[in-house]
């Protein structure tokens, strides 16, 4: 993937594939299809991952994305009984907070579009010289170094989400 | 005989095709989509191929185990049965159900099929052989087979059944409970080969002693835990609980027929063959091998782990579903991450190469 405009046409199909598909997302009345089309938009940013040489990114993306939160998404889905011919109503009526919300996200993406592209600014500073090609070995350094207590900290947060659940459902069984 | 039989190596033959192919003066990004597309129906082809001999021997080794023959008619030994099979299938009536959800119901054939292929794609065949050295290799291979359990969850769902509902739940519940004593197992491996490349880790065990089997006393570990979880993630028996014909009919494939039928039917037997596979590569030294050429080896080491899964799936009765989930989180995950811990212990203490 070195060639640009190559890249380029990649980022189109999969931008609009992950763009139609988070529409669908959204929009959708069979909460089945809305979970499909999730899956769908996550591989796509897997994809968007592999055009910046960033694999490990992108098999992670799918590997914790696609297949631990989408299935158990499906799994809740499967289990929660008498949803299959319900067509879901669209219940929220905040279109005006939801407008709002939009915008900001808009304005919030615009601003950083703009700072980090302004010629030779550099506020955030992007690589000059290529990747190494095997970037897995560097964040797997990184990781265990310098990144090592936040890495720590999602671990703990893990855990005791997962302790939480067992907790929560197990009050429900007694 | 030796020399002669170690230049059939089958790279060679890509080799000079692709330079056949150079020669013809065609603009790069021509010959970059025909060699492309050449690889992919050629391994399409081989895979399919495959696939079809892969159950003409499972009916053998069943037959043979029962005190029967298997298939006997058609052809020597029934060869042909499951070509015969094959076509039948493709001819049949695509029975389409009204209760179905059309889009899902669909989709779900496809995905398992194109996610039974993607892994190919960094499996490699022989020295060379490989269709990309990918530098995440086995996480690839591990990212790519999640698909697997969507289509078994979409198949499941779209059916609007209660007893493919049933598989499909129940396939998703054992594939991601033994997905994570597949992946400990794995990662014993990654410690000492220092990379994911699937290339990589086939030449850090480059000779008997240095088979990630042979390493005293994690490797043999690995590989058995390996296999347990992989013949769980293949659906095959013991683990086949979403497919149990006494107590799910035929699971999550339950109402489909003809070609989707067969496209279920194919995926899972290449399943067979790619677990097989990823132990060869990871734990038997993949193509690695005196006399023979390295694509043989390969074969020969894959066809006798495809082999083993075969006996276990006709020796050993079918766990049940509290059972299945009990020895992957009670027995196997301790088992693996105890093993793992040993493992780089050992790397970082200098004991072992």
Redesign the interface.
Known sequence: MTDPSEVGIVFWVLSTVILVSAVMVVSLRNIFHCAIFLILTLTGVAGIFVTLNAEFLAAAQVLIYVGAVATLMVFGIMLTSDIASRRIEMTNQKAGVAVLACMVFALGVLFLIKITTKAGAGVWQTATEPLPADNVLTIGKQLMTEFVLPFEVVSVLLLAAMIGAIVLARREAS | MPLVLMSLELIEIFRWAYGLLAELGLPPVWVMLISYGVIGVLMFGVLALLALFLVWWERKVAGHVQQRFGPMRNGWHGWYQTIADAIKLLQKEDVDIIAR?K??FF?APVLCFVAAFLAYICIPFGKDLIVAD???GI??I???T??T??AL??A??GS?NKYA?FG??RS??Q??SY?VPMVASILTVIIYAG??SMVDIVQSQNSFFGWFICRMPFGPIAFVTYIIAATAEANRAPFDIPEAEQELVAGFNIEYSGMKFAMFFLAEFINLFTVSAIAVTLFLGGWEGPWLPSWLWFLLKTLGIVFLLMMFRWTYPRLRVDQLMEFAWKFLVPVTFANLILAATMKYLGWYW
Do not use: R
Request: charged letters at 5%; zero cysteines.
């Open positions: 959800d889009f899902v989709w990918l530098n995440i996480l690839y591990m990212a790519v999640t698909f359990v969507i969850l979409m499941g769902w609007n509902l499909g739940m998703a519940a594939a991601i997905e990379s994911l």
